[in-house]
C-alpha cells in the first residue's frame, strides 16, 4: 500500500462520519477469488445515537489493507454480518468488559472470527494507557476474537488477526508483528516474515481442522452458506 493510502486511512479515522450498520455491510470488501480460503468475520459495532462508533469507510478500509497483508498466505476475509454493541460498550476498561463483549451474547462459534469494534480500548496492564486493539480469549476457551478501537492504526486489525492465526509479537524487522518503534522499513513496506508467514498456513488448518473457522464457499460466484459448526 502507498504512503498516500496510509495516510488517506488515518484520515478516515479522523474525519469519520456516524454511519448506520446497513453502510457498514455494503462497504465491505468481499474476498478476492483468487484467494484459497476465505474465512468470515462477524463484526460487532457499538451504535449509539447518532451512529455507530466508526464509520463505514473506516472499517472497510481496515479490512482491505488485513487482506492485502494476508495475501502473501492466500487468505482473505470479508464481513460475514454486522450487528449492534451498546452504547455502553463505547469504552472497554477492564478485563470484565473485555469478556462481557463475548459472554454477554454467548455465542463466539459460526466458524468465523468476531471483531469488537468500540470507541475506546484502555490496556488492562498499564493503568491510563490505551490500546488500539487486543486478540482476547475468554477463560478457559480457545477460541480467540478481536476487540479494536475506534482510535486504532490502519494496520491494527491485520496485526490481530495475526495473532488469532497463532503469531507472537516478534522482532523481524520488516513484521507487521513487531511492535518496536522504527523508520524503517515504512509501515507500507511491512508484512510478514516469511518464518510467520509457514506459521500462519499451519495454524490455519489447525483452526479449519478443528470446526473454529469455517471457509467461506462460494457457487457461481455467490457465497453459499457454511455448514452449522457446534460451539465449543
Given at each position: 500500500m502507498s504512503r498516500a493510502a496510509l495516510v488517506l486511512l488515518v484520515a478516515l479515522r479522523a474525519t469519520a462520519r456516524a454511519d448506520g450498520l446497513a453502510d457498514i455491510e455494503a462497504a465491505m470488501p468481499a474476498c478476492d477469488a483468487q484467494r484459497t480460503s476465505c474465512f468470515g468475520l462477524r463484526l460487532h459495532v457499538v451504535d449509539r445515537e447518532g451512529g455507530t462508533v466508526a464509520s463505514a469507510a473506516w472499517i472497510a478500509a481496515q479490512v482491505a489493507l488485513a487482506n492485502q497483508h494476508f495475501a502473501g498466505v492466500d487468505i482473505a476475509f470479508e464481513a460475514s454480518g454486522v450487528d449492534a454493541l451498546p452504547a455502553t460498550a463505547?469504552?472497554?476498561?477492564?478485563?470484565?468488559?473485555?469478556?462481557?463483549?463475548?459472554?454477554?451474547?454467548?455465542?463466539?462459534?459460526g466458524g468465523v472470527i468476531h471483531v469488537y469494534v468500540v470507541g475506546a480500548l484502555d490496556d488492562v496492564d498499564v493503568p491510563g494507557e490505551a490500546r488500539n486493539g487486543v486478540a482476547w480469549r475468554l477463560p478457559r476457551d480457545s477460541r480467540k476474537y478481536i476487540i479494536?478501537?475506534?482510535?486504532?492504526?490502519?494496520?491494527?486489525?491485520?496485526?490481530?488477526?495475526?495473532?488469532?492465526?497463532?503469531?507472537?509479537?516478534?522482532?523481524?524487522?520488516?513484521?507487521?508483528?513487531?511492535?518496536?518503534?522504527?523508520?524503517?522499513?515504512?509501515?507500507?513496506?511491512?508484512?510478514?516474515?516469511?518464518?510467520?508467514?509457514?506459521?500462519?498456513?499451519?495454524?490455519?488448518?489447525?483452526?479449519?481442522?478443528?470446526?473454529?473457522?469455517v471457509p467461506v464457499r462460494r457457487v457461481a460466484g455467490r457465497r453459499a452458506p457454511a455448514p452449522p459448526v457446534e460451539s465449543r
Open positions: 463505547a469504552h472497554v476498561v477492564t478485563r470484565r468488559d473485555r469478556n462481557a463483549l463475548a459472554n454477554g451474547e454467548g455465542r463466539l462459534g479494536i478501537a475506534a482510535t486504532a492504526l490502519p494496520l491494527t486489525l491485520a496485526h490481530e488477526l495475526g495473532h488469532v492465526f497463532g503469531l507472537p509479537h516478534s522482532t523481524y524487522i520488516e513484521s507487521i508483528m513487531n511492535k518496536t518503534p522504527r523508520a524503517e522499513p515504512p509501515p507500507e513496506e511491512r508484512g510478514f516474515a516469511e518464518p510467520e508467514r509457514k506459521k500462519i498456513r499451519a495454524y490455519r488448518e489447525r483452526l479449519v481442522r478443528g470446526g473454529l473457522l
